[in-house]
């Protein structure tokens, strides 16, 4: 077993904290004896115990004299400050661990670095960077919100084989089982999820995640005019809801999880949503159509990563899929279909507030 192996069960641990523990980073850790894995946890709710603070209090009691012989393995940064809870490097040392290792560092500024700095003054062998590149990294949600003042951004769409995403005024059925299942698990771990008015008119999407466990994410639809129906699948249950629009167009229809956010649709409509957001600690975005709304993304630089499902059907003609351009990151298969992951190299901050 390598440091991958283990550093990909602390990602897999981390991800069960999605939905629960925003803004707060989704960490998973475990703890590595003679290539055994004495004890694993992870940050589970938001405020409550760390991911190293379950792991070790998770070793039973036979195992227990091990601790000190053991390495640990974190997805993020120990940190080492009094926050809600007590800094972890402190319980690190305690336990008398030799040897950490982790995948990136913390990029809150009351950690960045520090954390690290402080195990190894204490003697503590430090390993960084473990799967620092790969893709869907847990911590990338909370190191985009600080780092970029903005949630992180995923653009997702569907594309036929011939490059369209669609036809324009019919909804178009792209996605199989697997990719379904997907796009749910997403709208689970994303604090937020967007799209455009014509998505909104002519796909009238619910955007609620219905088939993996978990929440729902807070809905956003671009809508200028007041153009989508109070009926809309979009306005209809008690998920929280963001309709954007320039007036509120003396619209009377409103619940307790809709709200009107009225913003001028000039050149800087994204900053100031983006803003929004921030404010409101949302610490992640998946865009998810259409082509129009996506391209307006991609011109400011305001994204992260692409998820780029290619699917075989042929339309002929349609709505042009964007091209997004960065690093591959990733490509397998869903069933008959592909999923292409691209990441950004020159990612926007937010600039404009
Ligand atoms: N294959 C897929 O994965 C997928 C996913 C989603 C949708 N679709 C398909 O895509 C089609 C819709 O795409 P589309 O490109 O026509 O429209 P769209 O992106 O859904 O909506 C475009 C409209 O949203 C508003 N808008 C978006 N971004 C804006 C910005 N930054 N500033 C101001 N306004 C903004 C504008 O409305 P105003 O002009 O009124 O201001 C714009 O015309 C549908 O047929 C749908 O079925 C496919």
Not at 40 to 57: L, P, T
Not at 258 to 269: A, Q, S, T
Request: hydrophobic letters at 40%; proline letters at 5%; a negative charge.
């Amino acid at each position: 077993m390598t440091h991958e192996n283990f550093m990909h069960r602390c990602f897999d641990l981390a991800r069960l904290g999605a939905g629960h523990v925003s803004p707060n980073p989704m960490v998973g850790s475990v703890l590595v004896h003679e290539g055994r894995i004495i004890g694993e946890g992870w940050h589970k709710e938001y405020g409550k115990a760390h991911a190293e603070v379950n792991c070790i209090a998770a070793v039973r009691e036979e195992d227990r004299h091990l601790i000190e012989k053991s390495t640990l393995y974190v997805s993020l940064e120990p940190c080492c400050f009094h926050g809600k809870t007590p800094p972890c490097t402190n319980l690190i040392l305690r336990s008398n661990i030799k040897e950490v290792v982790i995948s990136c560092l913390d990029e809150t500024p009351a950690v960045r670095g520090k954390g690290v700095e402080i195990l190894r003054k204490a003697g503590i062998e430090v390993i960084e960077g473990v799967l620092a590149d790969a893709p869907f990294k847990p911590s990338d949600f909370r190191n985009t919100y600080i780092t970029k003042q903005r949630p992180f951004i995923q653009l997702k769409f569907a594309q036929s084989a011939d490059g369209y995403m669609g036809v324009p005024g019919k909804q178009v059925w792209f996605s199989n089982h697997f990719s379904q299942l997907l796009a749910h698990k997403g709208r689970a771990e994303f604090d937020a999820i967007l799209v455009g008015t014509n998505t909104a008119l002519t796909d009238n999407p619910s955007l609620s995640n219905r088939f993996w466990p978990g929440k729902s994410p807070l809905r956003i639809v671009l809508d200028r005019e007041r153009q989508v129906l109070n009926d809309a699948h979009l306005l209809r249950s008690d998920q929280p809801t963001w309709v954007v629009c320039e007036k509120q167009l003396g619209s009377d229809f409103t619940t307790d999880s809709l709200r009107f956010l009225e913003l001028g649709f000039d050149e800087h409509l994204l900053e100031k949503l983006l803003a929004e957001l921030f404010h409101h600690r949302i610490t992640s975005l998946v865009v998810e159509g259409g082509a129009t709304t996506i391209r307006h993304f991609m011109e400011k630089g305001f994204w992260d990563e692409a998820a780029m499902i290619n699917n075989s059907l042929r339309l002929g003609s349609g709505i042009p899929a964007p091209t997004p351009t960065g690093d591959e990151l990733a490509s397998f298969a869903l069933e008959g279909d592909t999923l292409t992951v691209i990441r950004n190299q020159q990612p926007k901050p937010l600039n404009f507030v």
